[in-house]
């Protein structure tokens, strides 16, 4: 700033406050000093600017590695509400590694990131202690609600989600219906798990001995899981997947067994991710609003980084049934 300054004959300051817009600067000098500006390629440099406002305009984001395409799709949410709002995105794969998220945890406080948004599994989730050691960091935890009042949270209504699936299934005429779960350690998992029982027993229908196949949220799961459900002595007529990738999964095993799916074997999948609607047939399924859960936490983020003292909440996205020809 200081050669612009003495190539354009002006203070630093008027320098300044050409490139901030902060204060009237005649046209004039403002001519010199953009024309200095140029002939210098001066850029103004993040990191000063940072240090003076103790604000970096950075979010930083931790991930747990999946084959599932639901993250990959929040994560787009996420940093399209970054760029809208005037942020950048520093995303940190933990690989599943608990010493590695910790590790990225460190870099990224390092890096001076204004806020923190984490979307980990419950095994490896952020340390409780982390938000003792950093009580002023924003954190937004999302997909699932750690340590109660601590941070906010943004989540799905898992439980009636997959009571919507299973209703719908038992609307079709179905009574004979299975569910594959996700990991049984996982909250979500657990309510969806929850929400298929509730609506099996409204309905007084009976979830026969083995009818809950577990898998774990990736796609070679739901293969082994529709796999031992069709290896019944009395097979299911529906399935209800607690995702869409395990959903995949069965529509694979199915077909191994020359099984029509939607004329044969009804399936229900969670989460409606885009490649659901190219299946074939196209996967019925429970609707997250992913992209909106992006940009909803950062929206929340900012909010607790510009209202620190206000109570901390948990949002909670309504899911939506998307009817297609899979069930």
């Not at 950048?88 to 990131?113: A, F, P, S, W």
């Not at 806020?115 to 202690?129: N, R, V």
């Not at 799905?156 to 299973?166: I, K, Q, V, Y």
Request: aromatic share 8%; glycine share 6%.
């Amino acid at each position: 700033m200081k050669d612009v300054a003495k190539l354009a004959q002006v203070s630093t300051s008027t320098v300044s406050h050409v490139i901030n817009n902060d204060r009237y600067v005649s046209p004039l000098i403002r001519d010199k000093v953009e024309l200095a500006i140029k002939q210098l390629n001066y850029a103004p440099s993040a990191i000063a600017r940072s240090l003076k406002s103790n604000k970096t305009k950075t979010i930083g984001m931790l991930v747990t590695t999946s084959n599932n395409p639901f993250f990959a799709e929040v994560v787009q949410g996420v940093e399209r509400g970054c760029y809208e709002l005037g942020y950048n995105l520093i995303l940190c794969n933990t690989e599943g590694d608990h010493k590695r998220m910790l590790n990225n945890i460190e870099h990224l406080l390092q890096k001076r990131v204004d806020g923190l948004l984490a979307m980990c599994t419950e095994t490896y989730s952020i340390p409780q202690e982390i938000f003792a050691r950093y009580p002023t960091l924003p954190i937004v935890i999302m997909d699932w609600t750690p340590f109660n009042g601590i941070c906010d949270t943004i989540q799905d209504n898992s439980l009636l989600g997959a009571t919507m699936a299973t209703q719908y299934l038992i609307e079709q005429n179905y009574n004979r219906i299975a569910c594959i779960t996700g990991p049984l350690n996982n909250t979500q998992a657990q309510c969806r798990l929850q929400g298929y029982r509730q609506a099996m027993h409204q309905a007084n229908l009976t979830i026969y001995k083995g009818y809950e196949a577990q898998g774990d949220f990736q796609f070679a799961s739901g293969i082994s899981a529709m796999q031992n459900l069709l290896q019944l002595a009395k097979p299911p007529q529906a399935v209800f997947c607690c995702n869409d990738a395990m959903a995949i999964g069965a529509y694979q095993a199915l077909y191994q067994k020359g099984i029509v799916v939607g004329k044969d074997m009804a399936i229900v999948g969670y989460d409606n991710i885009e490649l659901a609607q190219y299946m074939t047939p196209p996967l019925t399924t429970i609707h997250q609003p992913k992209e909106e859960l992006g940009q909803l936490a950062i929206q929340t983020l900012l909010n607790r980084l510009h209202n620190p003292k206000q109570t901390t909440k948990t949002l909670t996205l309504t899911p939506m049934l998307v009817k297609r020809l899979s069930a």
